[in-house]
């Protein structure tokens, strides 16, 4: 696919995240997939193969809501295999916290499947409104 198909395929995924609806975004993940969490929290580290992204990262991660994740996308930029996505969440933890966070996405897709992510975001609501993953699991 080229930049434009790319972009066109996140941005479908996107659309359906700010529904609620995570179903294409784990559709769209390459077995061998890659979540690059960054940054100096719990949770930040390489997440490597797709069943240990549902099992370590989004399982113990959405454990935590009190009702459906909502991430609405401001911003496509696409080159090459490349999309990088501007967002934002939307979510109360079931300790009553918001976890609004705010996200910088580097998707890497190849053959039509999202190979790597590597997400930015605000670490310290990660460190006020979240357990740490070992616990919320």
């Not at 995924?13 to 979540?35: C, Q, R, T």
């Not at 930040?44 to 370590?56: F, I, M, P, W």
């Not at 979510?91 to 916290?97: A, D, E, I, L, Q």
């Not at 039509?112 to 006020?128: F, M, P, R």
Request: charged content about 30%.
């Amino acid at each position: 696919m080229n930049a434009i198909e790319n972009k066109r395929f996140i941005q479908g995924i996107h659309a359906e995240l700010a529904k609620g609806n995570g179903k294409p975004f784990v559709d769209s993940l390459a077995e061998d997939f890659s979540w690059i969490m960054k940054g100096r929290t719990s949770w930040s580290r390489t997440y490597k193969g797709k069943q240990a992204v549902q099992n370590e990262l989004l399982k113990p991660l959405y454990a935590q809501f009190e009702g459906r994740y909502l991430n609405t996308a401001e911003r496509f930029i696409a080159e090459d295999d490349f999309v990088v996505v501007q967002c934002n969440g939307d979510v109360v933890t079931k300790r009553g916290k918001r976890y609004d966070n705010q996200y910088c996405f580097i998707y890497r897709l190849e053959g039509g499947k999202v190979v790597e992510l590597t997400e930015y975001l605000d670490t310290a609501l990660v460190d006020q409104a979240l357990e740490a993953p070992a616990r919320a699991g």
